[in-house]
């Protein structure tokens, strides 16, 4: 696991844009896995800057979603299906075809979960995958004493992301219970993973995730079993850390080669 920590957002999703940029040059049609949420933001809009400037062609990349709310019309605007199209897909200038996801409205939930991991190994497999963390230390919906090597499922979600999601709704009560996110096992199936966490607020979860045992407990964690996994972190997210220092030496001193 690599750990790079950045002065803030904007210098985060910069950096992290740039390689999904990177990987785009170099595999044109790559599938992207993106992430919902405040957080991934800076990065969205860092790439799209770049689509715009013609720094990048992005016409033939391919999004694939982490999760989506159980029950939600496809249409409703807090649906991730919707978060994803207006936040990514359109501002890449993608057509919605190049976009897949989970069925969250399917009558057989399960069923729905099966088809999509089997849709993922079809594509090819994702080539970058992005992630958040919960302050519980979750990724993706995986909450805390998830299977480390679970695959795409249905999931309750604890009464705190409940409430740390209610800021997208207009009310506490309108979030729902129950989500479609792949598993564990699925996401570390990705050849890239791409953690970007900021403020004072993950601070205790990055640390215990990046510097802890692993731990069920702590799904984020799970990232420390994968062979190219990257945790990008601003100061305040990085201030629990033991060894900040030397992430900051061993990031400082990588042959700029190696990319991120």
């Given at each position: ?35 919902t ?14 689509v ?25 605007p ?11 897909v ?10 897949m ?7 057989d939930v ?7 991991d ?7 497999g ?16 995986n ?19 409940r409430?740390d ?16 996110t ?14 970007l ?64």
């Amino acid at each position: 696991m690599e750990v790079v920590i950045v002065p803030d957002a904007a210098a985060g999703g910069a950096l992290i844009a740039e390689a999904i940029a990177t990987l785009v040059r170099r595999k044109p049609e790559a599938l992207l896995g993106v992430a919902t949420g405040s957080t991934p933001l800076p990065i969205y809009e860092a790439l799209a800057a770049k689509v715009r400037a013609g720094a990048v062609d992005a016409s033939r990349a391919r999004i694939c979603q982490l999760d989506e709310y159980v029950g939600l019309p496809a249409g409703h605007p807090e649906s991730y299906r919707s978060v994803v199209l207006r936040e990514v897909v359109e501002p890449l200038g993608l057509d919605e075809s190049a976009f897949m996801g989970p069925d969250g409205t399917a009558l057989d939930v399960p069923a729905a979960c099966t088809a999509y991991d089997e849709a993922l190994r079809e594509a090819g497999g994702v080539d970058l995958q992005l992630l958040g963390i919960g302050t519980d230390g979750h990724i993706g919906f995986n909450e805390p004493c998830s299977s480390l090597a679970s695959r795409t499922r249905i999931k309750t979600l604890t009464q705190q992301t409940r409430e740390d999601n209610a800021r997208f709704f207009d009310s506490p009560d309108e979030v729902p219970h129950h989500v479609i996110t792949q598993g564990i096992g699925t996401i570390l199936e990705a050849r890239h993973l791409v953690l970007l966490a900021t403020g004072e607020g993950k601070a205790d979860a990055v640390a215990q995730a990046v510097e802890g045992p692993l731990a069920a407990l702590v799904p984020a964690s799970a990232l420390q079993m994968h062979p190219h996994a990257t945790v990008v972190v601003d100061e305040a997210a990085a201030s629990k850390l033991k060894l900040a220092d030397y992430f900051r030496a061993t990031y400082a001193a990588k042959p700029a080669w190696q990319g991120l």
